[in-house]
């Protein structure tokens, strides 16, 4: 069982570098998630996806954009990436409104 | 926007001492989830407590909800070396919770050494 996967795993970047992360879940759950995790910092909120077809802004959404490509797929992409962009970013996912969220197991992004 | 506070944020001990980590906030939660998070992996559900009050036991892990629901802690009893990891407390919003998921704690880093 699959789950959560993200992709890549690690990446480095320069800056003003572009990237999609990709997320990819096979558990049929409604709601899709993006967080950053800093140390320090906790998990933070970037972005989500209620339901295939609407995507909303979390707590730190600047220079980040999302698309809900279907109900499996939930990608984010740096348009222009930035130092303080350097990251752990996870991916979750959720069956319905407030049930326990599922994890990928990362994407660790390094911006020079 | 409702905080939840976890505390300690570093604990180390020895293998086989007991421990007590806590998790507060000043808002009222519907329920609250704690995770644990091991290097290279994401978070992973450990138990969800929704009754103010409620105790929930997970092998040596007891987990409690405070009365008023703004509070919860999480007790581990002769710790291995196989807790070690980061502990997150996650509450969902007070009445309905929000479209936006959870709310997290900063987390409590546990190193239990042999």
């Known amino acids: 069982n699959a789950g959560v996967t993200q992709t890549p795993k690690f990446q480095v970047l320069k800056t003003g570098q572009s990237m999609t992360l990709q997320c990819a879940q096979d558990m049929n759950h409604n709601s899709m998630y993006w967080y950053r995790q800093d140390p320090g910092m906790g998990l933070r909120l970037i972005y989500y996806?209620?339901?295939?077809?609407?995507?909303d802004k979390g707590e730190v959404p600047n220079g980040y954009n999302v698309s809900r490509l279907n109900k499996r797929e939930f990608s984010l992409r740096l348009e222009s990436a930035a130092p303080s962009q350097t990251s752990v970013y996870f991916c979750a996912t959720e069956d319905t409104r407030n049930q326990p969220q599922h994890f990928g197991d990362g994407t660790r992004l390094s911006i020079l | 926007t409702q905080l939840l506070e976890q505390s300690p944020q570093f604990l180390s001990i020895q293998e086989g001492e007991n421990l007590t980590v806590y998790c507060n906030s000043s808002s009222v939660f519907s329920s609250l989830q704690w995770y644990r998070q091991e290097p290279g992996e994401g978070p992973v559900l450990l138990v969800t407590v929704v009754t103010g009050g409620e105790v929930k036991k997970l092998k040596r892990l007891t987990f409690q909800f405070g009365d008023a629901r703004k509070d919860s802690s999480l007790h581990i009893t002769a710790a291995q070396p196989g807790d070690t990891g980061l502990y997150l407390c996650a509450g969902v919003d007070w009445p309905g919770g929000g479209a936006d998921g959870l709310t997290f704690g900063k987390g409590t880093h546990l190193i239990i050494q042999p």
């Open positions: 996806s209620a339901s295939e077809g609407t995507t």
